[in-house]
């Protein structure tokens, strides 16, 4: 019940863009590029190749907050398929408390640590897109975690694209959906070719009501978590007079 992401915005934000690139699940075309990239496997199936006269294997570091059962689970898969063309992967999970202290972040900015780090992110109707940005040409702010910024921001891997950062900063500024909004599908699309993330999944969360309780809905302005109770005055029984507005089929929000 996951909805594949293939955008930072969810599908039922108006900033939507749905024709961006997509990447479908192809091992063979994986096995070929690895290959064109001069990568073999060795003895052991893991790829090899040799760099300045020594031979390195294909090794990823992958980490994740300890303890949560969907984020291990995703690492299995993960694992499994990358296990399939070649890639060696290495779990190194810790508490929430290490993985996002600033000793991590600073050796993942600087280089020092490389490897893949799963985390979810919340969006929201009030999406800006500055969690990718380089800088923020609104508030000449560095985004990108740094010595001289004492590591603020969470553009943790560098990612820059100035295209980018000019469309999302404008885009904030218009009040008009009808600019605003190709301003955004233009930046998804941008974002979508360099990948300087890779989405997986949009999460999805249930609400159980009981017939008869109407307006119960979850708010897409609440950062992705999508509480209900932004229109108390509006929730009641039909039986009692309350009058429906609102369908919680479409005003949902996911955490990717």
């Known amino acids: 019940l996951q909805p594949v992401a293939h955008t930072w915005i969810a599908p039922v934000n108006p900033l939507f863009n749905p024709n961006v690139r ?9 096995e070929a590029l690895l ?37 291990e689970r ?6 499994e398929d990358l296990k399939k063309i070649g890639i060696a992967v290495k779990i190194n999970n810790a508490p929430s408390a290490v993985v996002f202290k600033d000793e991590f972040i600073q050796r993942a900015s600087e280089c020092k640590w490389t490897g893949l780090f799963e985390f979810a992110f919340g969006s929201s109707l009030s999406e800006d897109g500055s969690l990718f ?19 603020q921001g969470q553009n943790i891997g560098g990612w820059r694209n100035d295209e980018f950062d000019r469309l ?22 941008i974002w979508a070719e360099e990948l300087p993330a890779l989405p ?8 159980v009501v009981r017939k008869g309780l109407v307006n119960y809905v979850a708010s897409a302005y609440s950062g992705g978590f999508g509480y209900p109770g932004w229109n108390a005055w509006e929730i009641g029984w039909e039986s009692r007079g309350a009058v429906k507005k609102w369908d919680q089929a479409k005003y949902a929000l996911s955490l990717k």
């Open 74 to 79: 995703t690492q299995q898969f993960f694992a």
């Open 133 to 151: 940005q380089y800088k923020n040409l609104n508030t000449d702010t560095l985004q990108v975690p740094t010595k001289e910024n004492n590591y």
């Open 200 to 207: 997986l999944y949009f999460r999805a969360n249930p609400y």
């Open 22 to 30: 997509k990447y479908e699940f192809d091992l063979k075309k994986a």
């Open 35 to 71: 290959a064109e990239l001069g990568w073999r496997k060795g003895p052991d199936g893991i790829l090899q190749r040799t760099v300045g006269g020594r031979t390195v294997r294909f090794e990823i570091e992958y980490v994740t907050t300890a303890g949560n059962a969907i984020r």
């Open 168 to 189: 999302t900063s404008q885009a904030v500024l218009e009040f008009d959906e009808a600019k605003r909004k190709p301003l955004f599908a233009r930046a998804q699309e």
